[in-house]
């Protein structure tokens, strides 16, 4: 599982602080060049003046940009959100104003509004005002793409929790289907065919050992899906006896695609209920697997009757629990599963991406 994301909003990368203070080193830079072509001051004189102006805004806006996000502002009525900013920004802007006339005061001297402010003072403060607003709308911008990054990753790992838990309710009920079914076989055996039985039980323990050595990997190579389709097949064929008769097999590149595992046992399961158990003349059960351009396609054919539509999508469990497993695993546009019923028997068949980051 993913590591915990976390979805306070108070975390500050030092990224964004290293851009911040670029961001006010260039205005003041700005502001410092402007001072030396319109005012005549040396460069050195220019530039700290500038950086003493807006270095204290900056700080300012940062200050306003936390307490927006302190108190939330974005979920509050726009009204309210709206003075809640405009009595913030002025308290910076007067703070600022205090600030700059203290360090006038002390660098320049006595006659510092003269020579500092004088005329000037309404354009300088309404300036000031205009790139505080700036700067506090830079930052809430950047504060609501980083909400909007946090909520994309929170749903996205609510989705994967969602999976997980679909996925672990899905094998808590494949596992005792499979589980039952071989031993509703054995049951069957004990009456008529002792020696057959023990056979079939001694199958069902090696197939039980190789399952559980694999029951919490999340993909398998289809050769190994398909070992498990020839051990379950070879138990029920001990069942049926000549009855049944049965042939898996795979492409060469096929088989080392990696898959869900159990993906086929429901169907093949499926395949003998409806396929072989009710008819009384021998029957066959076909498993196929291969590659069709960069897809993977699987197909479970009996020489049964089949079943209708309504049951595969809606009460059949067998083939309900693949559908939904398809659904979890490849999500409902990638993955695709087909009936069809022809001369032959019926046919299952599964269709999967090759190369695709399973979720």
């Given at each position: 599982m993913s590591d915990p994301i976390d979805l306070s909003g108070h975390r500050r990368p030092r990224r964004r602080i290293w851009l911040a203070?670029?961001?006010?080193?260039g205005v003041a830079l700005t502001f410092g060049l402007i001072l030396r072509v319109?005012?005549?001051?040396?460069?050195p004189d220019a530039f700290v003046s500038s950086f003493a102006w807006y270095y204290p805004l900056g700080v300012l806006v940062w200050i306003a940009c936390g307490l927006d996000r302190r108190l939330e502002l974005w979920r509050r009525m726009l009204a309210r959100a709206l003075l809640t900013r405009a009595a913030i920004g002025l308290t910076a802007v007067v703070l600022w104003a205090v600030t700059i006339v203290t360090w006038s005061r002390w660098s320049v001297g006595p006659d510092y509004w003269r020579l500092?402010?004088?005329d000037a003072w309404p354009f300088q403060l309404a300036t000031t005002a205009c790139i505080y607003a700036a700067g506090?709308?830079?930052?809430?911008?950047?504060?609501n793409s980083d909400r909007e990054r946090e909520r994309q990753q929170r749903e996205l790992q609510l989705q994967v929790l969602a999976r997980e838990s679909e996925l672990t309710a899905i094998r808590a009920q494949l596992q005792p289907h499979f589980l039952f079914n071989a031993l509703n076989s054995i049951l069957a055996l004990m009456e008529h065919?002792?020696?057959g039985a023990r056979r079939m039980l001694t199958l069902l323990a090696s197939l039980l050992h190789s399952v559980f050595d694999r029951l919490d990997e999340p993909l398998v190579s289809l050769d190994r899906e398909l070992e498990t389709i020839r051990d379950y097949l070879d138990i029920e064929r001990i069942r049926f006896g000549d009855r049944m008769t049965f042939t898996v097999d795979a492409d060469g590149a096929a088989k080392h695609v990696p898959v869900p595992p159990f993906l086929l046992q429901p169907i093949v399961e499926n395949a003998v209920k409806h396929g072989i158990e009710p008819c009384a003349h021998p029957g066959s059960v076909c498993v196929a697997g291969s590659l069709d351009g960069g897809r993977l396609r699987l197909s479970v054919t009996d020489s049964g009757p089949g079943i209708d539509g309504a049951t595969l999508f809606g009460?059949?469990?067998?083939?309900?629990?693949t559908r939904r497993r398809l659904e979890t695993v490849y999500g409902t546009e990638v993955a695709t599963i087909s009936t069809n019923r022809g001369p032959d028997g019926f046919t299952v068949t599964l269709e999967i991406p090759v190369a695709l980051d399973v979720r």
């Open positions: 203070l670029a961001g006010w080193t319109q005012v005549g001051l040396a460069l500092v402010f004088a506090v709308g830079i930052g809430l911008t950047l504060q065919d002792p020696a009460g059949g469990r067998g083939l309900a629990l």
